[in-house]
């Protein structure tokens, strides 16, 4: 079973920045998972911010382009996503998910709120 644990979620003021990070445990073979991370807003559906396959390959949102970065260490089976220039319409819990072919595990989830 394929565990993944977000951290480093928080409050931040606009404009400011945070790394989050998604450590996976049980994959065996963590190279081949797609990673992705997603967010969900108050009463709305979760949507993609961004993800990486195992090669490097990115694909992002229209929203975050610029502003995230994802990035992956596959020794470490973690999986980054590093935000600048926060705004207040980024507040939302982020999710971690890994994927590989009909396989899809989500983490718990960390929450971001970005006000002054």
């Known amino acids: 079973q394929v565990q993944l644990v977000e951290s480093g979620g928080g409050l931040v003021q606009p404009g400011g920045s945070l790394r989050l990070s998604c450590a996976t445990s049980g994959t065996i073979f963590f190279s081949l998972y797609t990673m992705g991370w997603y967010y969900q807003a108050p009463g709305k559906q979760r949507e993609l911010v961004e993800t990486i396959t195992g090669d490097g390959s990115t694909n992002y949102a229209d929203s975050v382009k610029g502003r995230f970065a994802i990035s992956r260490d596959n020794a470490k089976k973690t999986v980054y996503l590093q935000m600048n220039n926060l705004k207040p319409e980024d507040t939302a819990i982020y999710y971690c998910?890994?994927?590989?072919?009909?396989?899809?595990?989500w983490g718990q989830g960390t929450q971001i709120t970005v006000s002054s």
């Open positions: 998910r890994a994927s590989r072919g009909e396989y899809a595990y």
